[in-house]
């Protein structure tokens, strides 16, 4: 059983950058693609980015391909959502996700993750 754990949310204005970190922990977490979602008040949680087990590949939503990045560092069990020109519309929770170790797709669909974490708080004031 893999346990995530996010951090590096805040407050922060619009314009600015915040780096999220997501460690995988009690599991195989380096072998198994990861992904961040997020869900604004009244807002179903959406797609974000996803990355497969090397790093070789990421998925990203429209609305954050030209803003955010997705990386992974195996080494640590970690990934990492790099935030750039942080809009209003990004306040949100923050979800790490990992699929099971047999799948290798960096999928944009929330219910082909099988472990979530807790959240992150993000949000962008104007």
């Known amino acids: 059983q893999v346990q995530l754990a996010e951090s590096g949310g805040g407050l922060v204005q619009a314009g600015t950058s915040l780096r999220l970190s997501c460690a995988a922990s009690?599991?195989?977490?380096?072998?198994?693609?990861m992904a961040w979602f997020r869900q604004a008040p009244g807002k179903e949680r959406e797609f974000v980015a996803a990355i497969d087990k090397s790093g070789g590949a990421t998925n990203y939503a429209d609305s954050v391909k030209a803003r955010f990045t997705i990386s992974r560092d195996n080494s640590k069990n970690t990934v990492y959502l790099q935030m750039n020109s942080l809009q209003p519309e990004d306040t949100a929770i923050y979800y790490c996700?990992?699929?099971?170790?047999?799948?290798?797709?960096?999928?944009?669909?929330?219910?082909?993750?099988?472990?979530w974490g807790q959240g992150t708080q993000v949000t962008v004031s104007s």
């Open positions: 009690g599991g195989t977490g380096s072998t198994r693609v």
């Open positions: 996700a990992a699929r099971k170790t047999f799948l290798s797709l960096p999928s944009d669909r929330s219910d082909a993750y099988a472990y």
